[in-house]
Antibody, heavy 121, light 107 residues
């Protein structure tokens, strides 16, 4: 059974940093690209960042480029999101999501339960 | 960036009736289009990918159609558990983008 479990969310002051983790199990982690998708309170879904299965390619939304860094440890089956220079508008539930196919397409067939990040003084 | 526009924002339909949700892309995304369902407090669930292929375990009453810039999600006979928010997503180009969502409510 595929499982994605996020952790690391919490309350942080504007300008602060946080690192999210997503522990994966039930599939060959290194074979699939992974993404982070966020959802601000009462709002829609916003894709944040993606990383290829090998970790060699990364992609970012303009809203987080230069502030967030996605990475993965395939030996530990874990996805990360390092978030720096956090702003109030980064407040959201952050989901990790698995690509539905091993190569190419980036629809998300499994999602974690989400971890809440609140940026506030 | 490809902008995805969903309509209507809210759709009121009675149980047992058909619901038709629309999604338009600002430029062609070929068939690289997915639909998700999200219930309150839950993570999204993949319904359709490749514009028309049902994901594993998705009931046959859900169907997707379209290509290029115009897409439709049809729910043929609404069940109580289908009242939720639905999102379309394009994965043809980076950045991946979602529509703003359609809320399907009980009439």
């Amino acid at each position: 059974e595929v499982q994605l479990v996020e952790s690391g969310g919490g309350l942080v002051q504007p300008g602060g940093s946080l690192r999210l983790s997503c522990a994966a199990s039930g599939f060959t982690f290194s074979s699939y690209a992974m993404s982070w998708v966020r959802q601000a309170p009462g709002k829609g879904l916003e894709w944040v960042s993606a990383i290829s299965g090998s970790g060699g390619s990364t992609y970012y939304a303009d809203s987080v480029k230069g502030r967030f860094t996605i990475s993965r440890d395939n030996a530990k089956n874990t996805l990360y999101l390092q978030m720096n220079s956090l702003r109030a508008e980064d407040t959201a539930v952050y989901y990790c999501a698995k690509d539905g196919q091993a190569v190419g397409a980036h629809q998300f067939d499994y999602w974690g339960q989400g971890t809440l990040v609140t940026v506030s003084s | 960036e490809i902008v995805m526009t969903q309509s209507p924002a809210t759709l009121s339909v009675s149980p047992g009736e058909r619901a038709t949700l629309s999604c338009r892309a600002s430029q062609s995304v070929s068939s690289n289009l997915a639909w998700y369902q999200q219930e309150p407090g839950q993570a999204p669930r993949l319904l359709i990918y490749g514009a028309s292929t049902r994901a594993t375990g998705i009931p046959a009453r859900f169907s997707g159609s379209g290509s290029g810039t115009e897409f439709t999600l049809t729910i043929s006979s609404l069940q109580s558990e289908d009242f939720a928010v639905y999102y379309c997503q394009q994965y043809d180009n980076w950045p991946i983008t979602f529509g703003q969502g359609t809320r399907l409510e009980i009439k």
